[in-house]
C-alpha cells in the first residue's frame, strides 16, 4: 500500500529514491559524510549560479530556523529590516525579527495581491534607516508569486540589501545571481527540492557573510560560527540531520536527471493547470486571480454550502489516500492544494477525483458556489 499522496505545502510526497537514501546510518565526523556534506553545498551554489559570490551555510531545523538565522546573523543588530507582507510567512519574519529585537517595518499588500515593486521604492526613499529588505519569493499561504527581479532592481537601486524567503520556491522558480541581486536566499531540503524537511540553508553573500561575525543574537543560530567551522573542519558544529542530508543528496542527483529547474518547473506548471481545471470542474473557485498564481500551491475557495466542514472533508480525502492542507487567510474561508513534489498528472486525477467523491459524500452534489 503506498503512503497517503501529501497535497501540501511540505513535507511533500517523495520518491522511492529519496526515501531508499535514509536507509544508511551515517556518522556524524565521518569524512564519507562531510564529503556528502560538502557535494551537496556545492551544487545549492551552483543552483542560484553563485560559484565564487555566494555559499551554503546547512543549519539544522525547518526553514524558520534558517530565514531566523539569515536575518539575526545578516543585519547588524542597529540595522532595520523592511519586511515586505502579503501573507503568513511575511508576517512570520516580522515577527521573529521583532522578537530578537531588531527593528522592523512592514509594508503589507494585503492577502491576494503581489508586492508592488514601486512602492518599495517609494518605502526606501522615505526611510534612509532601512538597512535591509525581506520578501517571500512565492507566499505559501497563497501561493502568490512576488515579482522578484522588479523588488530586486528596487532594493539594489536604494543601496539597500535583499533577503528572500525562498521556502516554496527554491528548485522550480528561477533564482539566479545573473538576474537578481541579494545578500540571501533561504530554503528548505523539502519543498521544491522534494528532499524531506529537517534541514534548511542559506545561500550568502560571502562578503556579507564575511562582516556578519558577532550580529547573531543566538549561539546556534548564528550563520558566520557555523559557516567558519564547516569551511575550516568539513564538519557541522553541532549533531547534523544526516537522513535528511542524505536525502537531499539523493533528491538533487535526481533533480539533474529530470532536467534541473526547467523541467521542474513545467511538470508542477503542468500539475497546477491540471488541478485548477479539475477544481472548476468541481464549480470551485481557486483565489487568486490567474497571473500572480505560483505553480506550487493553490488556494481553493470552500463551497458555499451548509454542510461545508473542512474538518470532515480533510477525512474523507485521506481516507481516499489524498492529504490536504486547511486555509490561512484571516477573511475567507478556503482550503489548499500543493502542486509539487514527486507527483504528476496521475495523482492530481486521483486528487480531483477524492474531493469529488467527498463533497458527494458530505452532500455536496456540485459544490457550487
Known amino acids: 500500500m503506498r503512503d497517503p499522496l501529501l497535497l501540501t505545502p511540505g513535507p511533500l510526497t517523495t520518491s522511492l529514491a529519496t526515501k531508499t537514501a535514509m536507509l544508511h546510518d551515517w556518522g556524524s565526523w565521518d569524512k564519507d559524510f562531510n564529503h556528502l556534506t560538502a557535494q551537496v553545498r556545492q551544487k545549492l551554489v551552483e543552483l542560484i549560479d553563485g560559484q565564487g559570490t555566494h555559499t551554503c551555510v546547512p543549519l539544522q531545523g525547518s526553514g524558520t530556523f534558517a530565514v531566523e538565522a539569515a536575518i539575526g546573523t545578516l543585519m547588524p543588530r542597529g540595522g532595520k529590516l523592511l519586511c515586505l507582507v502579503n501573507g ?13 529585537g531588531r527593528r522592523v ?4 499588500f494585503g492577502e491576494s495581491k503581489a508586492v508592488d515593486a514601486e512602492a518599495v521604492a517609494v518605502c526606501l526613499a522615505q526611510d534612509d534607516e532601512i538597512t535591509h529588505v525581506a520578501v517571500v519569493y512565492c507566499e505559501t499561504s497563497t501561493g502568490i508569486l512576488n515579482p522578484m527581479e522588479a523588488i530586486s532592481a528596487a532594493v539594489a537601486a536604494a543601496g539597500k540589501k535583499l533577503i528572500i524567503d525562498a521556502m516554496s520556491a527554491f528548485g522550480a522558480l528561477s ?13 528548505s531540503s523539502n519543498k521544491c527540492l522534494e528532499g524531506v524537511p529537517g534541514m534548511g540553508f542559506v545561500l550568502a553573500n560571502i562578503q556579507s557573510l564575511e562582516q556578519a561575525k558577532g550580529n547573531s543574537h543566538s549561539l546556534s543560530l548564528d550563520l558566520h560560527d557555523q559557516w567558519q567551522y564547516m569551511e575550516r573542519t568539513g564538519q ?5 540531520p ?10 538533487l542527483h535526481q533533480y539533474d536527471q529530470e532536467g534541473g529547474q526547467a523541467a521542474r518547473l513545467a511538470r508542477y506548471t503542468e500539475n497546477c493547470q491540471q488541478l485548477i481545471s479539475g477544481i472548476n470542474g468541481l464549480g470551485l473557485r481557486s483565489f487568486l486571480a490567474p497571473e500572480i498564481q505560483a505553480p506550487i500551491i493553490v488556494t481553493v475557495h470552500a463551497p458555499v454550502h451548509p454542510n461545508w466542514q473542512f474538518n470532515e472533508f480533510y477525512q474523507l480525502t485521506k481516507d481516499e489516500g489524498v492529504v490536504l492542507y486547511p486555509g490561512k487567510l484571516t477573511d475567507a474561508e478556503t482550503f489548499r492544494v500543493g502542486c509539487i513534489g514527486a507527483i504528476g498528472k496521475a495523482e492530481i486525477a486521483m486528487a480531483i477525483d477524492a474531493m469529488a467523491r467527498a463533497f458527494k459524500q458530505m452532500g455536496i452534489e456540485t459544490a457550487a458556489l
Request: charged share 20%; no cysteine.
Open 88 to 100: 503568513a510567512y511575511g508576517k512570520r519574519i516580522a515577527q521573529l525579527t521583532e522578537v530578537m
Open 175 to 187: 533564482i539566479s545571481t545573473a538576474k537578481l541581486t541579494f545578500d540571501a536566499v533561504i530554503a
Open 242 to 251: 544526516t537522513h535528511v542530508l542524505a536525502a537531499l543528496a539523493s533528491a
Open 236 to 240: 557541522w558544529r553541532y549533531t547534523p
Open 105 to 108: 517595518t512592514v509594508k503589507d
